[in-house]
């Protein structure tokens, strides 16, 4: 079965920092695109940031500068680092895997991130 693996959320203040990860298991990991996607209560999910096969990364506009995303193939896993972190990023995160060849996209179970002081 194949798995992704979320870890790291919690519950940080305004301004700090929290990391991310994802850890793919039975998936050919270097030919899937990965992205983060967060969903706030009564909202849909939307995508947070993403990273292709080749590295490139695209973000939403509500978290340039803020958060980076990256991977490690070698570990078959996904990272976001989030740094001055808002109010209005409280949500559960999701990794996300997509191969379009083969029409497969995978989600894992969510982790909850609350920004509050």
């Known amino acids: 079965q194949v798995q992704l693996v979320e870890s790291g959320g919690g519950l940080v203040q305004p301004g700090g920092s929290l990391r991310l990860s994802c850890a793919a298991s039975?998936?050919?990991?270097?030919?899937?695109?990965m992205g983060w996607y967060r969903q706030a209560p009564g909202k849909q999910r939307k995508l947070v940031a993403a990273?292709?096969?080749?590295?490139?990364?695209n973000y939403a506009d509500s978290v340039k500068g803020r958060f980076t995303i990256s991977r490690d193939n070698a570990k078959n896993t996904v990272y976001l680092q989030m740094n001055s972190l808002k109010s209005e990023d409280t949500a559960v995160y999701y990794c996300?895997?997509?191969?379009?060849?083969?029409?497969?996209?995978?989600w894992g179970q969510g982790t909850q991130v609350t920004v509050s002081s």
């Open positions: 996300n895997a997509h191969y379009t060849l083969i029409r497969a996209n995978y």
């Open positions: 990273i292709n096969t080749g590295g490139g990364t």
């Open positions: 039975r998936i050919s990991f270097n030919s899937f695109n």
